[in-house]
């Protein structure tokens, strides 16, 4: 436990340092890109397929409605 409020202390100081100089924006501009970027690819590939979207929830086992015994 300790050698993880260490490491997260040091973590925590160089990520402040790393801020306060505006190194990290240039990291979170290039993930923001890249994700527009997938997000407009995944969407033109759903349109150009034309075919429906499964749901993503699955319904097995929503039939089973009764009650938990104790």
């Known amino acids: ?10 973590a925590g100081y160089v ?3 790393l ?6 924006t240039e990291f979170k501009n290039d993930l ?3 994700y527009n970027d997938a997000k407009a690819k995944l969407d033109e590939q759903r ?9 993503l929830v699955s319904s097995a086992g929503a039939g089973n ?3 938990l015994a104790h």
């Open 1 to 10: 436990m300790i050698r993880t409020l260490i490491f997260g202390a040091i």
């Open 15 to 17: 990520g402040k340092k």
């Open 19 to 24: 801020y306060d100089e505006g190194k990290l």
């Open 32 to 34: 923001v890109g890249r």
């Open 47 to 55: 349109t150009s397929d034309n075919t429906p979207t499964a749901p």
């Open 65 to 67: 409605t009764a009650p």
